[in-house]
């Protein structure tokens, strides 16, 4: 049967905090960052595992959603987690956006996409197949790129995005001794392609 996404009142939010996107387009954009939990895509590299069970975070209501964020003073929020498209995300965003705020999405594109957002970053898995409504949405494409295979399997992806939207290779973090030279070749050799580094990573900062 087809994956619905939840509809519920209230979200579980593993963290809310204050940073500077690390990745991709926005790379250096000061933003505050919503991380719901849940995620059955099981990446094995997943360099936040402790938002995969939704149950070890507590669920806000939008409201209180938005009490948090009236703390920082920055408008750009980056919804992740966890795969913030197990839910619903309808109601959050038009809430949001009547409150004024930038949306961006960070998503492996596992599951139908709601919500209407500023920036759509998609970045899908080996571990479970994008869903179709997901491409013609994305704004960037970051395929990450854990070993050789990896290059084939961002081809195929970009194969069905449009023609707008941005293609990023980001190396897998454990990886990255050995796969950002590689890296770097490739998107000499194809230069439709950018390099994505985890920057915050490197900054050590959230
Ligand atoms: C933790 S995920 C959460 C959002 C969503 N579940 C997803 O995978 O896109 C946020 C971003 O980090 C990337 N990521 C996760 N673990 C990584 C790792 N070990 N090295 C590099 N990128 C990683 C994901 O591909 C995604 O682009
Ligand atoms: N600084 C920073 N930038 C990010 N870009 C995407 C992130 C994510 O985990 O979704 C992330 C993150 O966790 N921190
Ligand atoms: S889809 Fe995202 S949150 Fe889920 S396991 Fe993969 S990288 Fe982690
Ligand atoms: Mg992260």
Redesign the pocket.
């Known amino acids: 049967m087809a994956f619905v996404p939840k509809i519920s009142e209230k979200l579980p939010i593993m963290e809310i905090f204050y940073s500077i996107q690390g990745?991709?387009f926005h790379s250096g954009k000061p933003a505050v960052f919503v991380?719901l939990g849940g995620?059955d895509?099981g990446?094995v590299?997943?360099?936040?595992k402790e938002?995969w069970n939704e149950e070890d975070h507590p669920f806000f209501t939008i409201d209180e959603i938005l009490v948090e964020l009236s703390q920082y003073p920055c408008k750009t929020l980056i919804i992740?987690?966890?795969?913030?498209l197990m839910y619903d995300l309808k109601e959050l965003t038009e809430k949001l956006k009547s409150e004024g705020y930038q949306l961006h999405?960070?998503?492996?594109?596992?599951y139908p996409m709601t919500g209407t957002w500023d920036w759509v970053?998609?970045?899908p898995?080996k571990f479970k197949a994008p869903h179709k409504s997901v491409y013609s949405q994305a704004h960037e494409l970051?395929a990450?790129v854990?070993n050789k295979s990896d290059f084939k399997f961002a081809e195929e992806h970009a194969a069905n995005v449009e023609e707008k939207c941005m293609l990023y290779l980001?190396?897998?973090?454990?990886?990255?001794d050995q796969m950002t030279e590689k890296i770097i070749d490739y998107a000499k050799a194809h230069p439709q392609w950018n390099i994505s580094l985890?920057t915050h990573k490197y900054l050590n900062i959230p």
């Not at 980001?170 to 990255?176: D, F, L, R, V």
């Open positions: 990745e991709g991380r995620c895509v990446c590299w997943c360099d936040v938002s992740t987690g966890g795969e913030p999405i960070e998503t492996s594109g596992a970053c998609f970045s898995k970051k990450i854990f980001q190396p897998e973090w454990g990886k990255a985890q």
